[in-house]
């Protein structure tokens, strides 16, 4: 069975998937146009580079797009069906690593960690202007709301609250084991001194942070984002920060990826920004490139596959 890895690996990450590869599975690594490779290719592991219809349409043996993380907002899932490929995701391999980075960037968004990182590098850091005191805070104490209870929030809500923060949660249903209050999105933000979106790109999610959205945030709330970029609407955003009525943002995502470097966005102080890798971790590897080959043996042993979508 071909498989095409369409996403760089550097000599760690090859050197697992050499341990996957065998008893069948030949894995090829293609960090650039796989046209080529997936003329021969069974099984696309696809990471974020859209799998577009012409990809699709150029692997003629292809019978599994596996998507190496949980959104498959970037594959074209109308011209897979078309075909009868199968397409599986898999949920949770990246929860651990996702929700650590969203705490990382509630943090260093509060503590204004790339600005004192700059200061102490050019000599500064000793002579911070005193008019600076007054914008470092503590996530201690603070009510922090979570768009989304899936997977990621679940393993964030408890370290929230070990940290003495006060969490609130928005799903369509309450849930009866959730570490948090129920609130309607709302009220969450209206509540909320800092909001974390949790949640897969879709027609009814596009933009749900819009102006509005915004402007019911409480005044010097923080906005992270380490799901997907078009659930925000980007110039809306760095309006509400440029004129002070969101105090920071923590980003992962972004509108397009990559992201224009003469974006707006980017000249202001209080965003600190991470070019979608809030996933990528040694962990996520091990636990997604499992299961991704346990996949592939299923596909050729004709048994049902894990986490099919489609």
């Known amino acids: ?88 995701n898999l949920p949770g391999t990246n929860a651990p690593a996702v929700a650590e980075m969203a705490l990382l960037l509630m943090l260093a968004a509060l503590r204004r960690l790339p600005l004192l990182d700059r200061a102490t590098r050019d000599g500064s850091g000793w002579a911070l202007d005193p008019g600076l005191q007054d914008s470092f805070g503590e996530l201690g104490g603070r009510t922090v709301g979570l768009v989304g209870y899936g997977a990621i929030p679940q393993k964030l809500a408890p370290v929230l609250r070990a940290l003495g923060c006060r969490v609130l949660y928005t799903a369509r249903t309450p849930k009866p084991d959730a570490l948090g209050e129920w609130r309607s999105l709302h009220g969450l933000l209206a509540e909320s001194d800092v909001v974390s979106l949790h949640l897969p790109l879709t027609a009814d999610t596009a933009r749900l942070i819009d102006a509005a959205a915004l402007a019911r945030m409480k005044p010097g709330a923080v906005l992270v984002n380490t799901a997907r970029g078009g659930l925000v609407d980007q110039a809306a955003l760095t309006a509400a920060l440029a004129r002070g009525h969101l105090a920071a943002a923590g980003l992962d995502v972004f509108a397009t990826e990559p992201e224009n470097p003469a974006d707006p966005l980017f000249t202001l102080p209080n965003v600190v920004v991470a070019p979608h890798v809030a996933w990528l971790t040694t962990g996520t590897f091990e636990r997604s490139f499992a299961l991704a080959a346990e996949n592939c043996r299923r596909l050729r042993a004709e048994q049902p596959l894990l986490h099919q979508v489609q």
Not at 31 to 50: I, N, S, Y
């Open 1 to 88: 069975m071909n498989i095409v890895l369409h996403y760089p690996a550097g000599p760690g990450l090859a050197g697992r998937l050499a341990d996957l590869a065998g008893d069948g599975l030949h894995i090829t690594i293609c960090p650039g146009d796989p046209a080529a490779a997936l003329r021969e290719a069974d099984v696309l592991w696809h990471v974020l580079t859209p799998c577009t219809a012409a990809m699709i349409a150029g692997a003629p043996k292809l019978r599994l797009i596996q998507k190496i993380g949980t959104g498959v907002n970037t594959i074209d899932l109308a011209a897979a069906k078309a075909r009868g490929i199968a397409v599986c």
